[in-house]
Antibody, heavy 119, light 110 residues
């Protein structure tokens, strides 16, 4: 049974870097069948896809965030991570890690973690 | 920049049928966009209901169905129930690893 658990600071100061980790259990992160994602949702607003990574390290980014985002994977720890630099209040959101199968929108979601950007 | 469009809100009577749509600001949605639908209740993570146009996820009632209607993807609920009242989001695959979500539809059952 897949479990995805986000972890990281719940409060980040403006202009600093947001860092989150997703711990994957119940399935091998190195399985070639799956891709690993970060998706966010500002309070009261809709979903926004941020980035995807494959176990090999291949990455894909939302063009609107690409200049500030880095997604990485550590297969030895069965986890993948998100870094978002130069954050502002607009980056306040619930951040979800997720998994999907190649060429399918069958996202499996973590519970999400709220990150607030505030001084 | 491509925008994925959804009705902001919709209302259906209990037992009624409702069709939510997912379109593009420019162009038509086809199966190649892998349109997929998610249900989200307040305070919870989204749950995949339909993926790749019309494939129901495990445990999703068969009153939910997905299709392409005209130039949009569609989610139809036949025989709506009170606990179907939720936010529904669609996503489209734009190719090159990129996904774009719609703004979501708030469905009211009353």
């Amino acid at each position: 049974q897949l479990q995805l658990q986000e972890s990281g600071p719940g409060l980040v100061k403006p202009s600093e870097t947001l860092s989150l980790t997703c711990i994957v259990s119940g399935v091998s992160i190195s399985s070639g069948d799956y891709y690993w994602d970060w998706i966010r949702q500002p309070p009261g607003k809709g979903l926004e896809w941020i980035a995807t990574i494959y176990y090999s390290g291949s990455t894909w980014y939302n063009p609107s965030l690409k200049s500030r985002v880095t997604i990485s994977v550590d297969t030895s720890k069965s986890q993948f991570s998100l870094r978002l630099s130069s954050v502002t209040a607009a980056d306040t959101a619930v951040y979800y890690c997720a998994r999907h199968t190649a060429d399918r929108g069958d996202f499996d979601w973590g519970q999400g973690t709220l990150v607030t950007v505030s001084s | 920049q491509t925008v994925v469009t959804q009705e902001p809100s919709f209302s259906v009577s209990p037992g009624g049928t409702v069709t939510l749509t997912c379109g593009l600001s420019s162009g038509s949605v086809s199966n190649s966009y892998c349109p997929s639908w998610y249900q989200q209740t307040p305070g919870q993570a989204p749950r995949t209901f339909i993926y790749n146009t019309n494939i129901r996820s495990s445990g999703v009632p068969d009153r939910f169905s997905g299709s392409i209607l005209g130039n949009k993807a569609a989610l139809t609920i036949t025989g709506a129930q009170a606990d179907d009242e939720s936010d529904y989001y669609c996503v489209l695959y734009m190719g090159s690893g990129l996904w774009v979500f719609g703004g979501g539809t708030k469905l009211t059952v009353l």
